[in-house]
């Protein structure tokens, strides 16, 4: 193999990995996706990763709808992706002046908070919360931002849903209907900013298979484990998670972005 084509080799590998992280969050493990954006920023800016792998999770929630087309939160989903959409529109209007990695460390935070409460059982001994409107469009709206911004809408989204105690599949299908949702009204103003162009999409073909592997592997995962040991599973991913975002997060005050 000679060097130059290692490049190549790396970033196919980088992006077969973070295409089937995106698969299996449609498959019922949601804030595993949000690990795609950062394996596939090792190869590339991630503004192009968020591009290249939106065409992806659209891929992926296709599959997903039909999955969980009969496990979902018809209350949740309408909260949600009401105010999910006003969170795209403000992600579009400030594309040119947001810092993604300021996003990144409130989402971070936001998400560290929610997740130490969790696992410290105290979250896990009130009783379920029912799906209030004004909390819903709130946590709904970060969820469009965020995800508009860099595919980062899970921990809102959890703020909001995991409270709520819903049964695992229920809880899994409205993740995966909500973001369909909102991955679909991202991919118009991506392409006029150019994130998702004729090359990104060509790339994103060559994946697709990685992509609905990652989604059988993680439903059959979701499917198979007991509900207390899902929803610590997900509690777990998201305390990873934000502090993955807090590491990346802070960059905007040693790269003097403030």
């Not at 087309?69 to 969170?87: D, Q, Y």
């Not at 900013?193 to 999409?201: D, E, F, I, Y």
Request: hydrophobic residues 55%; charged residues 10%; aromatic residues 12%.
């Amino acid at each position: 193999m000679t060097p130059a084509a290692l490049p190549d080799l790396l970033f196919w590998f980088l992006a077969l990995a973070a295409t089937f992280l995106v698969g299996a969050s449609k498959g019922g493990l949601p804030l595993v996706g949000m690990l795609a954006v950062p394996v596939m920023a090792l190869a590339m800016p991630v503004t192009t990763a968020a591009g290249l792998l939106l065409p992806l999770y659209i891929l992926s929630d296709a599959y997903g709808l039909w999955l969980y087309r009969r496990a979902w939160s018809g209350r949740n989903v309408l909260i949600i992706t009401a105010a999910a959409t006003l969170g795209v529109a403000l992600g579009y209007a400030t594309a040119a002046i947001t810092s993604d990695a300021l996003v990144t460390l409130i989402t971070g935070v936001i998400a560290l908070a929610y997740s130490l409460m969790a696992l410290s059982n105290l979250a896990a001994n009130r009783a379920a919360r029912p799906a209030a409107v004004a909390p819903g469009l709130f946590w709904g709206t970060l969820t469009g931002f965020t995800s508009f911004v860099a595919h980062a809408g899970g921990p809102p989204f959890q703020m909001y849903v995991l409270p709520q105690r819903l049964p695992k599949m229920v809880f899994a299908g409205t993740s995966t209907i909500s973001f369909a949702y909102i991955n679909l009204i991202k991919l118009p103003p991506y392409w006029l900013l150019g994130q998702v162009n004729p090359a990104s999409l060509k790339t994103a073909l060559a994946l697709a298979p990685a992509a609905l592997a990652g989604a059988w592997a993680g439903y059959r995962l979701t499917t198979l484990l007991p509900e207390r040991a899902f929803y610590r599973f997900v509690e777990a991913a998201l305390l990873i998670v934000s502090l993955k975002l807090i590491w990346d997060g802070s960059a905007v005050f040693t790269s003097g972005g403030l």
